[in-house]
C-alpha cells in the first residue's frame, strides 16, 4: 500500500511531461536547445535565429542531448528536470538521514514531492530546478565527506558546483559555500574542511572561465560582463534591473512556493522553539538568511527563494516526528479542497478535475478517522497537482504563441508577426524562425510571393493600407492570455472575455508584377 501511494506522488510529474511549454522563459529556453539541436553547434547559442547568451550553457546541452535522442517535443525538453528532481530527492534524503534519522529522512521526501515550488519547477521547465540540484548535490558530497571520509566526496562537490556555475554563473557555487560557511559556524564542518572546501570553490570557476573566453570571442565584453557578474551582483545594484518595491516579496514568495506544509513548518517552529537543538537552528537558518540576503535585489523573482527550501523541507520533515495537532492537517487539507473547487467550477472545468474534486472530498472525510495526517495530507495535495495540471492544460488553450506554432507546423512559407513582443514558442512548435515586424513599411518590403503575416487585433485597421500591393485573407484567429502571468479576471471564466486578447493569421500574396521583354511575370515566377 505505501508503494503505491510513493508512485502517486511521483504521477503529477510524470503527467508534466506532457504539458505544453508555455511562453516566456521555458519556450526561449526549449528554443534554445532547439536551435542547439538544428544547427548542430553548441557553443554559439541562438533563439529565434539571434544570439542568445543570457545563461550560461549547460542546461540547453542538457536539453538539446535529450531533443537529439527523443525528438523535439515537451517531453525532451522537460527530462531533465525530471532526472534533476530524482536526484534532488536523493540528496535531501541522504542529508536527512545523515543528520536525523531514517523517518525523517523519508518524511523530508514526502514534503519535497508535494511542495508547491517543486511542481512548477517541472511543469514550467526552466533552469531553476538543475541549479537547486546541484546546489543540494554539493551540500550532499560535504557531509557524506564529513561522515566517511571518502575523498571521493570531494571531487563530487567540485563537480556538483563547477556544473552549478555552469547553469548559472557564479551563483552556482556562491550558495553552496554560503550554507557550508554557516554548516562550519555550527561546527559540522572543521576548519580544516571549509579551507578544502573555499579551495575546490575557486577551482570550480575554471570550466566556466573557458565559456566566457569563448562568449568574448563571439560577441565582446558586454556578454562576458552580464555572465559573470550582471545575472548574478548586478540584481543588487544594477539600475538595469527594475526595482521591486516589496521588501518582503521573496519571503511571501517562499510562503506559497512551500504549501502545503507553510503552516506546518510555521507551527513546528513555535511549537520546538524553546528545545532546538543545533541541527534545528542550522536548518532553520538557510531559509531564513537564503530570504534576507536576497530581499536586498533589485530585482526579486519568485524562484529566488527557491534555495532555501532545503531547510524548511528538512526541519518540517523532524517536526512531523513530534506531535502536531490534527486540526492543523484538517484545515491544510480543507484549503486544499476548496481550492480546487476554485479552479474547477469557476475558473477552467473539466471533467477529470471535477471527479479529483470529489476523490478529495472523500479522503478528507476518512482522514478524520486515521491518525497518519501527514500521509493524508500528501495524498491530497498529490491529487491537488494532478488536478492543477489538467486545469494548467486548459489554462494554455489560451496561449496563443503554442497553438500557431502548431498550426503553422506543416507550412511551408515564412512567418511575419507584426508589432509585439517575441513569442519563443511560435518557432519552437513551428520550427520555423520568426520574423517581427515593426511598422507597415516593414510590411511592405516583403518580397516572398505568399506568406503568413500574424497580427494583433488592435492593429488589424492597419491592414487596408496595404490591399493594394498584397492579396490578403484571414485564415483564423487565436484568443490569446499571457498564461505565465494570470490573474483573477483571466482565472475567472466569467470575467476572462475582459482581458481576452486575439491574434489574427493571414495568408499575403505579393501582387506585384514585372515586365520582362514583352510579357509579364508574377513575383511567384520571378522567384521559380
Keep these: 500500500m505505501k508503494k503505491a501511494i510513493y508512485l502517486l506522488f511521483f504521477l503529477p510529474f510524470v503527467l508534466s511531461l506532457i504539458a505544453p511549454i508555455q511562453d516566456g522563459d521555458p519556450a526561449l529556453y526549449a528554443e534554445v536547445s532547439r536551435e542547439i539541436v538544428i544547427n548542430r553547434d553548441f557553443l554559439h547559442l541562438k533563439a529565434n535565429n539571434e544570439i542568445f ?60 514531492l508535494t511542495s508547491s515550488a517543486f511542481f512548477v519547477m517541472v511543469i514550467q521547465p526552466k533552469i531553476d530546478l538543475l541549479l537547486i540540484c546541484f546546489l543540494y548535490g554539493a551540500l550532499w558530497s560535504v557531509f557524506e565527506y564529513r561522515n566517511s571520509g571518502r575523498k571521493f566526496f570531494l571531487f563530487l562537490y567540485l563537480l556538483f558546483t563547477s556544473c552549478g556555475v555552469l547553469t548559472k554563473g557564479p551563483i552556482g557555487v556562491l550558495w553552496p559555500l554560503f550554507f557550508l560557511i554557516i554548516a562550519y559556524l555550527f561546527k559540522f564542518v572543521n576548519f580544516k574542511e571549509i579551507k578544502i572546501i573555499i579551495i575546490l ?27 559573470a557578474i550582471g545575472q548574478t551582483f548586478g540584481r543588487f545594484v544594477s539600475g538595469k534591473f527594475p526595482k521591486t518595491g516589496d521588501p518582503l516579496y521573496l519571503f511571501h514568495s517562499f510562503l506559497w512556493a512551500f504549501l502545503p506544509w507553510t503552516i506546518v513548518f510555521i507551527y513546528g517552529i513555535f511549537k520546538n522553539l524553546k528545545n532546538l537543538c543545533k541541527k534545528e537552528i542550522y536548518f532553520l537558518s538557510i531559509p531564513f538568511l537564503t530570504l534576507l540576503i536576497s530581499s536586498f535585489e533589485r530585482w526579486k523573482m519568485p524562484q529566488h527563494s527557491f534555495p532555501a527550501l532545503i531547510g524548511a523541507v528538512i526541519f518540517t520533515g523532524f ?71 489538467f ?138
Design 391 to 528: 486545469i494548467f492544460i486548459e489554462m494554455v488553450k489560451y496561449n496563443a504563441p503554442i497553438r500557431m506554432g502548431k498550426f503553422l507546423k506543416d507550412k511551408d512559407s515564412k512567418i511575419y508577426l507584426f508589432n509585439t513582443m517575441k513569442y519563443y514558442a511560435i518557432p519552437f512548435y513551428s520550427g520555423k524562425f520568426v520574423v517581427y515586424v515593426n511598422n507597415m513599411k516593414e510590411i511592405a518590403k516583403i518580397r516572398e510571393h505568399k506568406a503568413y503575416l500574424i497580427i494583433n487585433r488592435r492593429d488589424k485597421g492597419k491592414l487596408i493600407k496595404l490591399k493594394k500591393k498584397f492579396k490578403i485573407k484571414e485564415i483564423k484567429k487565436f484568443k490569446h492570455f499571457y498564461t505565465s502571468k494570470p490573474n483573477i479576471k483571466f482565472l475567472l471564466r466569467n470575467l476572462r472575455k475582459n482581458v481576452i486578447d486575439t491574434f489574427y493569421l493571414y495568408i499575403i500574396k505579393n501582387n506585384l508584377e514585372r515586365k520582362v521583354g514583352s510579357g509579364t511575370l508574377t513575383t511567384k515566377e520571378i522567384l521559380v
Design 319 to 389: 517536526a512531523l516526528n513530534n506531535e502536531i495537532p490534527e486540526i492543523i492537517f484538517y484545515i491544510t487539507e480543507l484549503i486544499l479542497v476548496l481550492f480546487v473547487l476554485f479552479l474547477t467550477f469557476f475558473c477552467f472545468p473539466n471533467i477529470i478535475s471535477v471527479l479529483i474534486f470529489f476523490v478529495l472530498l472523500f479522503i478528507f472525510t476518512l482522514s478524520f478517522r486515521n491518525k497518519n495526517s501527514h500521509i493524508f495530507l500528501s495524498v491530497i495535495t498529490s491529487l491537488t497537482f494532478v488536478s492543477m495540471f
Design 201 to 227: 570553490s575557486i577551482f570550480s570557476v575554471i570550466p566556466f572561465l573557458a565559456w566566457l573566453k569563448m562568449v568574448y570571442n563571439h560577441i565582446g565584453k558586454e556578454g562576458v560582463f552580464y555572465l
Design 53 to 112: 547568451y543570457e545563461k550560461p550553457p549547460l542546461f540547453f546541452w542538457f536539453q538539446s542531448l535529450f531533443m537529439k535522442f527523443t525528438g523535439i517535443n515537451e517531453v525532451s525538453a522537460r527530462l531533465p528536470l525530471f532526472i534533476s528532481l530524482i536526484l534532488t530527492l536523493f540528496f535531501i534524503y541522504r542529508i536527512a538521514f545523515l543528520f536525523y534519522n531514517k523517518k525523517t529522512a523519508i518524511n523530508s521526501l514526502i514534503i519535497t
